[in-house]
T-cell receptor, first 112, second 115 residues
Framework: LAKTTQPISMDSYEGQEVNITCSHNNIATNDYITWYQQFPSQGPRFIIQGYKTKVTNEVASLFIPADRKSSTLSLPRVSLSDTAVYYCLVGPLGNRDDKIIFGKGTRLHILP | DSGVTQTPKHLITATGQRVTLRCSPRSGDLSVYWYQQSLDQGLQFLIQYYNGEERAKGNILERFSAQQFPDLHSELNLSSLELGDSALYFC??????????????FGPGTRLTVL
């Protein structure tokens, strides 16, 4: 599975747009990029997934450049409740040997 | 609420003891995953079961074992407990179809404290 690198932590303010970038230089052709969110003392939950260009849902947007060696999770107009750890995962869909690697994620702290 | 249930919520025990954590997956999900999360290690994948059979293994210690029963619930057994085993243990479930994205749904976790 492709190794990912994310910032350990980030701070932002309420109402701002937050962008978290994940590097995955050795991403394979059949790999997808998935982001999970984890609130304190809760299990992670799926936010968004993409393969290339841009994906948007009601929670976030995911921007993936043409070379796919990085991706950016964009959270519009954050609130205090967006304080959480965000994990970037890269791997093929439904891989028989899918050892999911969450890593340490990015700890996002939203300030009032 | 993800639909995944875990019991107990909290567990306090002593070193050298053995405990069993239980997980019931979402209705319809055939695959169960176990993760360990300690403060300094992030979320570590332990093991995955699919329809009763072990499917993938991560950083699971030999003192730990798991199984998935015919009704699809799963148990994680931790033995000869050490202080370092204190952590949050999460169970997740997914439908698990090959060639498609298998979103994992996580339970609320079991907080294990070893004294």
């Amino acid at each position: 599975l492709a190794k990912t690198t994310q910032p350990i932590s980030m701070d932002s303010y309420e109402g701002q747009e937050v962008n978290i970038t994940c590097s995955h230089n050795n991403i394979a052709t059949n790999d997808y990029i998935t982001w999970y969110q984890q609130f304190p003392s809760q299990g992670p939950r799926f936010i968004i997934q993409g393969y290339k260009t841009k994906v948007t849902n009601e929670v976030a947007s995911l921007f993936i450049p043409a070379d796919r060696k990085s991706s950016t999770l964009s959270l519009p107009r954050v609130s205090l409740s967006d304080t959480a750890v965000y994990y970037c995962l890269v791997g093929p869909l439904g891989n028989r040997d899918d050892k999911i690697i969450f890593g340490k994620g990015t700890r996002l702290h939203i300030l009032p | 609420d993800s639909g995944v249930t875990q019991t107990p919520k909290h567990l306090i025990t002593a070193t050298g003891q053995r405990v069993t954590l239980r997980c019931s997956p979402r209705s319809g999900d055939l695959s169960v995953y176990w993760y360990q999360q300690s403060l300094d290690q992030g979320l570590q994948f332990l093991i995955q079961y699919y329809n009763g059979e072990e499917r993938a293994k991560g950083n699971i210690l030999e003192r730990f074992s798991a199984q998935q029963f015919p009704d699809l619930h799963s148990e994680l057994n931790l033995s000869s407990l050490e202080l370092g085993d204190s952590a949050l243990y999460f169970c997740a479930s997914s439908v698990y179809r090959t060639g498609t994205f298998n979103e994992q749904f996580f339970g609320p976790g079991t907080r294990l404290t070893v004294l």
